[in-house]
C-alpha cells in the first residue's frame, strides 16, 4: 500500500511541477520546450522500471503485454530523448517527422497492448 501512495504523490508531483514550468516559462518558448521535454523523460524512465519491475513480478501469461508496453515506453523514451538532444543542441524546438512516426508507433504499441 505504501508504494502506491508514492507512486501516485510522485506522478501527482510530476505533473504539478509540469504544469508550474510551463505556466512560468509561458513567455520563454524556448525554455517552456525543454521543459516540456525533459518532464516526460523523467516520466517516462520511471514508469519504465516500473514496468520492468512488475514484469518480473508478473506470470507468464501476461508477458506480451508486458513486452509491448516496455516497447511502446522505450520508443517514446528514444524519441522525446532525440527530441531533447535537438533541442539542446540545435535550438530545434518543433517536432520532426521521425519524432512524429515514432510517436505514433508508441501508441500503436500501446493500443494493441
Known amino acids: 500500500m505504501k508504494n502506491k501512495h508514492l507512486a501516485i504523490g510522485f506522478i501527482i508531483l510530476l505533473t504539478v511541477i509540469?504544469?508550474?514550468?510551463?505556466?512560468?516559462?509561458?513567455?520563454l518558448s524556448s525554455t517552456?520546450?525543454?521543459?516540456?521535454?525533459?518532464?516526460?523523460?523523467?516520466?517516462?524512465?520511471?514508469a519504465l522500471s516500473w514496468?520492468?519491475?512488475?514484469?518480473?513480478?508478473s506470470s507468464?501469461?501476461?508477458?506480451?503485454f508486458w513486452l509491448l508496453l516496455k516497447i511502446g515506453m522505450t520508443?517514446?523514451?528514444v524519441s522525446s530523448l532525440c527530441w531533447f538532444?535537438?533541442?539542446?543542441v540545435g535550438g530545434i524546438s518543433e517536432y520532426s517527422k521521425m519524432f512524429h512516426?515514432?510517436?505514433?508507433?508508441t501508441y500503436i504499441c500501446f493500443l494493441i497492448a
Do not use: E, K
Open 18 to 27: 509540469f504544469y508550474s514550468w510551463i505556466i512560468y516559462f509561458a513567455d
Open 32 to 46: 517552456r520546450a525543454i521543459g516540456g521535454t525533459f518532464f516526460p523523460i523523467i516520466g517516462g524512465v520511471v
Open 51 to 57: 514496468m520492468v519491475r512488475n514484469n518480473c513480478l
Open 60 to 64: 507468464g501469461s501476461n508477458n506480451l
Open 75 to 77: 520508443t517514446h523514451l
Open 85 to 88: 538532444v535537438n533541442q539542446l
Open 101 to 105: 512516426v515514432m510517436w505514433l508507433a
